[in-house]
């Protein structure tokens, strides 16, 4: 069964570096999201993107972040000066056209120190 | 906005008992419900979902009805078992289309434990 997949499983980093995170979404989906949960918190949403622009952001998605679909199969998550809050798991999702249903990788552990 | 809220956990049953896990929402339009699933260690999976009132979405022993009247989307099963222990989310999506693009919104997630 197709499924999505996220490297790296786990991730920590410096206050301040720039961290990419990697999600290959099921091939002939169309529709992509990243949202992240903050340990002991809910999941939120951060942004969707279709036809190789967003879609839609939340107030989360401010300048650090950016996402791209650098080679039609990849779709990746960067921020760029990471603060100490940004520690959290972050999961990518995918859907195909006309559907309902989100299918979500198994995230990705971001820990910021 | 939209909302979703779950009843406060954790929840620890033992083996076939009954499970009830509550989730309200609050939304704008006519949305699709869901209930996830997360496993230890593991990403979040579908569990069932359902798209219109009165609509009950099914899966692996668990149901859940659309009531719109109520507002709600309860997860109920019959019989738990140990393997069913993991944490579980309701979410709604106002669906694609519109200025929506399916974006979840997700409730806080519940706890489940069920011992031997």
């Known amino acids: 069964e197709p499924e999505v997949t996220q490297t790296p499983s786990h991730q920590v980093t410096q206050m301040g570096q720039e961290v990419i995170l990697r999600c290959v979404p099921i091939?002939?989906?169309?529709?992509f999201y990243w949202y992240r949960q903050i340990l002991g918190q809910k999941v939120e949403f951060l942004v969707s993107f279709y036809n190789n622009e967003i879609s839609e952001k939340s107030e989360i998605f401010d300048d650090q972040f950016s996402v791209e679909r650098p080679d039609g199969s990849n779709f990746t998550l960067k921020i760029r000066s990471t603060k100490l809050e940004d520690s959290a798991m972050y999961f990518c999702?995918?859907?195909?056209?006309?559907?309902?249903?989100?299918?979500f990788g198994p995230g990705t552990r971001l820990l910021v120190l | 906005g939209n909302s979703v809220t779950q009843m406060e956990g954790p929840v620890t049953l033992s083996e076939e008992a009954f499970l009830t896990i509550n989730c309200t929402y609050t939304a704008t339009g006519y949305p699709s419900l869901f209930w996830y699933v997360q496993y230890p260690g593991e990403g979040l999976q579908l569990l069932l979902k359902a798209t219109k009132a009165d609509d009950k979405g099914s899966n692996k022993g668990f149901e859940a009805t659309y009531r719109k009247e109520t507002t709600s989307f309860h997860l109920e099963k019959g019989s738990v078992q140990v393997s069913d222990s993991a944490v579980y989310f309701c979410?709604?999506?106002?669906?694609?289309?519109?200025?929506?693009?399916?974006?979840?919104?997700f409730g806080q997630g519940t706890i489940l434990t069920v011992h031997p």
């Open positions: 979410a709604l999506s106002e669906g694609a289309g519109g200025t929506s693009y399916g974006k979840l919104t």
């Open positions: 999702a995918s859907r195909g056209d006309g559907q309902e249903t989100q299918y």
């Open positions: 091939s002939n989906h169309l529709y």
